[in-house]
């Protein structure tokens, strides 16, 4: 019998614990930095920032509207669904739970996602498939296996902005590739191939994300991807697929991915999140592969954390074996449109007429492009200083210093209400800044 000071000595008893003090926010006296300086690895010293998770701090002041993030909506998840999966976990795997687990990843995770992978018709077998921590992990991670200091690599531009931070710690030469309203110009990758190969630094990987854009919101079109797969096989050009948002789609049909088309010819590796599906919170991805490439992942996932966690795997494998995730993502999704639709509403109505922005058909962002004697970098300055509203500017999309007229703009994370107020006061940010710009003699 455990001594407890409950009257019926109940063992399970909690005690209330004592009250908690804040912590001091640092008990270092001020140091130079410059005694680091000098021994940072060049490899530290040339990270580049993710804009957004410096915006992260921005968007934790409540007054601020921030249309920055990329967060999912969290708030339809039901809490009895959560506790279910939860008391599950605690019930019937409490103690495999608490342990670490392989690091590829618990093998019925791995079936499960063979399942969610056959669902967007992309077919892979169990052995194919390594569980990262978040889709953020298997971008590294590819990155991290391939690309030694110096590389060149292709990506969009714009690119993902939280991939940023992957490039240059590995010392990647990031080389745009340009994009429109049908994804990335497939044309244009054949010309860099030429190029690049004539310079003598052809590239490790072309990094894309096919479906619904992140930043630029747009699709590539099927005659793009069933090209770009003739490029890889003709030109033996290995190919990073991104995709996150396939299943966060408003309209129409799906179109095949990368990794499908391939054929299993081996020149794609196929990344993706529950993130998007379930909860970001959940910290839990993966990535597809052919072995020999999953054999030097798994080296480097060893090296960053052993294996992802096995109470979050746990407890995505319980939510599926009990619901049918494809009705929350429904749901979400529904959520999502009206969303998109607010925001384009709200754009039609505050932006000034030279403004352009793209129209997406899933995903979380739309990308906008203003007059040029605006930089966005600037405007955010203004537009979170004055205005409480926040969005990701450009240039964090770019390597190169491009992307100073654009932004992009996240409709997911915030209700109706709130994206049309915040696209009013960025409106008002907007008209000032051209109001300076025609005051200090400029055209507009
Ligand atoms: C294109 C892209 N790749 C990867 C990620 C990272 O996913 P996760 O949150 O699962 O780490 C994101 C997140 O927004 C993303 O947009």
Partial sequence: MIATDHPEGDPTHQRTPPPRSRPPETTLRPIDSARYDARFASRAAGI?????????????RPQIISLAGGFPNTESFEREVFEEIVAAVSRDHLAAALQYGPTEGLAELRELIVEIMAHEGARAGVDDIMVTSGGQQAIDLSIRTFVDPGDTILAEGPTYPGAVPCFTTYEARVEH????????????????????????RPPKLLYTIPNFHNPAG????????????????ERELLIVEDNPYGQIRFEGDPLPSLWELDGGAGWVLYLSTFSKILAPGTRVGWVAAPAAVLRKMNLGKQAADL????????????YLRRYDWRDYVTRLNDIYRSRRDAMLRALEEEMPPEATWTRPTGGLFVWATLPSYIDTT???????????????????AFLDGRGGDSMRLNFSGVPEAVIREGVRRLGLAVTEMTELHRALGGEV
């Fill in 48 to 60: 580049v920032s993710s804009v957004m998770r410096d915006l992260m701090s921005l968007s934790e």
């Fill in 177 to 200: 590739v340009p994009m429109d309203g049908d994804g990335l110009r497939v044309d244009l990758v054949e010309e860099a191939l030429d190029r690049l190969g004539a310079e003598g």
């Fill in 378 to 396: 600037d405007l955010l300055a203004l537009a979170s200083e004055r205005h409480e509203v926040a969005f990701v500017p450009g240039r964090g």
């Fill in 307 to 318: 294996c992802s966690s096995t109470i979050s795997q746990r407890l995505v494998i319980e």
């Fill in 218 to 233: 747009v699709t590539m079109s099927l005659e793009r991807r069933e090209r770009l797969i003739e490029i890889a096989h």
